[in-house]
């Protein structure tokens, strides 16, 4: 029913978890490490026996050492919580001569909320503008993705973006920690850009940023003079491409450095994908990434 949705492409992936980079406070016991000790079978450490534990957990082998009563603790799991950051600024819709960018971020945020939904864990979708901020409230029922889809299939960019207002609602109403996706072509001011990822991290979010471009506004290969209108504001300008193009890259390089540090302060994981890169290898490579280093 959607067109951004491949059957074969997430029966390809599906063997590959999504994990989470920092320990999770979900609602349900699940799969990701959480802040707090349980009952799994991952040693986490060694504390002081005091008066009212469990004294099944006595580790007897440390009193014969010691003397000493310890309690062995271990690593407690708990489901992961999602949200997908949408960007629907009128700039999401270019299109050079391939895919708008908003498709693009349909088919990461699908795909990937698909796979969370299908381990047991909860995905929510935030779309925004400077006018609109929707929200689909993370769920891990199945019959939740349907309206998940919808709301993704239904935006129509327009007007200037809402990503950095948008941010900081979800930094401050999300109470637990959860694994945040932005999906966006970060046209905003880097500097309150590093702000609002920092107030994520200060809230012990696990970012990731897929960095939207489409080919032509990364590569600038225009032959002759053209109108260049931007999509958000409504501002155009006519320019001969050959003699601008030099300094136009020379801005782009210094816009997605700016980027990457930003991203890299706030340790988030950074993606930069162009809008003809093929969705399978880099969902699994991002997957990969992704996985503790004793499952690669």
């Known amino acids: 029913m959607h067109d951004f949705l491949d059957?074969?492409?997430?029966?390809?992936?599906g063997s590959l978890p999504i994990e989470s980079r920092k320990p999770?406070?979900?609602?349900?016991?699940g799969k990701h490490r959480s802040?707090?000790?349980?009952?799994?079978?991952?040693?986490?450490e060694y504390r002081k026996y005091v008066p009212g534990d469990d004294t099944r957990r006595l580790d007897w082998k440390a009193f014969a050492r010691s003397d000493r009563f310890y309690i062995k603790e271990f690593e407690a799991d708990t489901n992961l919580r999602a949200y997908f950051v949408v960007d629907a600024s009128g700039s999401m819709n270019f299109a050079g001569n391939g895919e708008a960018?908003?498709?693009v971020a349909r088919r990461i945020a699908a795909s990937?909320?698909?796979?969370?939904?299908?381990?047991?864990?909860a995905a929510g979708l935030s779309i925004c503008t400077d006018k609109l901020h929707i929200e689909v409230p993370p769920s891990r029922r199945a019959a939740h993705l349907e309206r998940f889809f919808t709301t993704l299939g239904?935006?129509?960019p327009s007007g200037e973006t809402g990503l950095l207002t948008a941010l900081h609602t979800i930094a401050e109403k999300?109470?637990?920690?959860?694994?945040?996706?932005?999906?966006s072509d970060l046209f905003t001011d880097t500097a309150a850009l590093g702000d609002a990822l920092q107030h994520l991290r200060y809230r012990k979010h696990d970012i990731s940023v897929f960095h939207l471009m489409d080919p032509l506004e990364i590569g600038f290969e225009f032959d002759r003079p053209h109108r260049f209108v931007d999509l958000e504001d409504g501002t155009a300008l006519v320019a001969e491409p050959n003699l601008i193009a030099d300094e136009y890259k020379a801005a782009l390089r210094d816009f997605?450095?700016?980027?990457?540090?930003?991203?890299?302060?706030?340790s988030a994981d950074y993606q930069l994908v162009t809008t003809d890169t093929p969705l399978e290898p880099l969902l699994r490579e991002f997957l990969t990434a992704r996985l503790p280093k004793s499952k690669h």
């Open 24 to 29: 999770m406070m979900g609602n349900v016991a």
């Open 101 to 103: 960018k908003i498709q």
């Open 7 to 13: 059957n074969t492409l997430l029966s390809r992936l």
């Open 256 to 266: 997605l450095t700016a980027v990457r540090a930003k991203c890299h302060d706030a």
């Open 154 to 156: 239904s935006i129509q």
């Open 174 to 183: 999300i109470s637990q920690r959860a694994f945040v996706v932005i999906l």
């Open 35 to 44: 802040p707090h000790r349980g009952s799994s079978v991952e040693f986490a």
């Open 112 to 121: 990937l909320a698909y796979l969370l939904v299908n381990q047991g864990d």
